[in-house]
């Protein structure tokens, strides 16, 4: 399974974004799946997740009521529109499978990046003041 994510910019602050992660394969469509950031200098973080059915979610503290994620399995796609972007949310952002399809689960199980197996390769979103 090939990962590619999309959709990253230059912004200003209060701006948004729609990111996507389009897969190879429909097999995603049976997985739930993340998207994780990284500043520079700093460790990859959990930004939000969805079950395969979408009925499930999870967000980071700090993007929570400005970031949705979403999926379209027909066209084996994630998106995370991310709206009121603020200069911390500026990193490189990766979309990754998850390793179940799994519907349950707590935040620490679906934020653990080791639960994940296939990861696409980055879109750069900055953010300026």
């Known amino acids: 399974v090939q990962l590619q994510a999309s959709g990253g910019g230059l912004v200003q602050a209060g701006d948004s974004l729609r990111l996507s992660c389009t897969a190879s394969?429909?097999?995603?469509?049976?997985?739930?799946v993340g998207w994780f950031r990284q500043a520079p200098g700093k460790g990859r973080e959990f930004v939000a997740s969805i079950s395969w059915n979408g009925g499930r979610t999870f967000y980071e503290n700090s993007v929570k009521g400005r970031f949705t994620i979403s999926r379209d399995n027909a066209k084996y796609t994630v998106s995370l529109q991310m709206n009121n972007l603020k200069p911390e949310d500026t990193a490189v952002y990766y979309c990754?499978?998850?390793?179940?399809?799994?519907?349950?689960?707590?935040?620490?199980?679906?934020?653990?990046?080791?639960?994940?197996?296939?990861w696409g390769q980055g879109t750069q979103v900055t953010v300026s003041s």
């Open positions: 394969s429909r097999t995603v469509a049976n997985y739930g």
């Open positions: 990754a499978q998850h390793r179940t399809s799994y519907v349950t689960g707590s935040y620490a199980y679906w934020s653990d990046e080791n639960n994940y197996v296939y």
